[in-house]
């Protein structure tokens, strides 16, 4: 059965680096989208995607996150320079469009600001 | 989007069927009910989505009622790797002409009992 993957599965980074997760949605899939989860809370919405551009964005989402899909497979976020509250799990996850209404999602990145 | 109710956390023993209630007393018309589980340090798995009456899967049944201001969703005989998170998400998938986010609440956090 085909997956989202996510790479890496952690990484850690200081403060004020930048960061770029990397995710291979399901191939055939139309729409793409970032979540985040901080350790205990809920997952929350960042950014979702669609015919190479942003359809949906969250506040969280501010000037220092950036999505990016280079080719036809993989699916970038990008954090310019990270603070520590963006320490969390980061969950891509595609949609196949067509009438289906579920996400895919992938096991995550787990990334450590220090 | 509407407002989802359900509760915190429910423990079952094995091999028990297990029921998980959600409140939406303001469900829209054009809202579908969807189910996510998440285990720890992994992203929410798709279980299950319906609009009315009853849909079955492999894994689960979602039993939604006439006036659909509440659902609940149905785990067979669960055994310890049941042991989840559980999300009812309430909303119009196809919001705006695009494919909408997944709205997350806190859940409820089922523990299966040996």
């Known amino acids: 059965e085909p997956e989202v993957t996510q790479t890496p599965s952690h990484q850690v980074t200081q403060m004020g680096q930048e960061v770029i997760l990397r995710c291979v949605p399901i191939?055939?899939?139309?729409?793409f989208y970032w979540y985040r989860q901080i350790l205990g809370q809920k997952v929350e919405f960042l950014v979702s995607f669609y015919n190479n551009e942003i359809s949906e964005k969250s506040e969280i989402f501010d000037d220092q996150f950036s999505v990016e899909r280079p080719d036809g497979s993989n699916f970038t976020l990008k954090i310019r320079s990270t603070k520590l509250e963006d320490s969390a799990m980061y969950f891509c996850?595609?949609?196949?469009?067509?009438?289906?209404?579920?996400?895919?999602f992938g096991p995550g990145t787990r990334l450590t600001v220090t | 989007l509407a407002k989802t109710t359900q509760p915190i956390s429910m423990d079952s023993y094995e091999g028990q069927e297990v029921n998980i209630t959600c409140s939406h007393n303001?469900?829209?018309?054009?809202?579908?009910i969807t189910w996510y589980q998440q285990f720890p340090s992994q992203g929410p798995r798709f279980i299950i989505q319906?609009?009315?009456t009853k849909v079955t899967n492999e894994v689960a049944s979602l039993f939604i009622p006439a006036d659909r201001k509440s659902s609940t969703l149905s785990l067979p005989r669960v055994s310890l790797s049941d042991t989840a998170v559980y999300y009812c998400?309430?909303?119009?998938?196809?919001?705006?002409?695009?494919?909408?986010?997944?709205?997350f609440g806190t859940g409820t956090k089922l523990q299966v009992i040996p």
């Open positions: 996850a595609s949609n196949p469009g067509q009438g289906r209404h579920e996400q895919y």
């Open positions: 998400l309430v909303g119009d998938p196809m919001n705006s002409g695009g494919y909408q986010k997944v709205t």
């Open positions: 191939s055939n899939h139309l729409y």
């Open positions: 303001n469900i829209a018309t054009n809202d579908y």
């Open positions: 319906g609009y009315k």
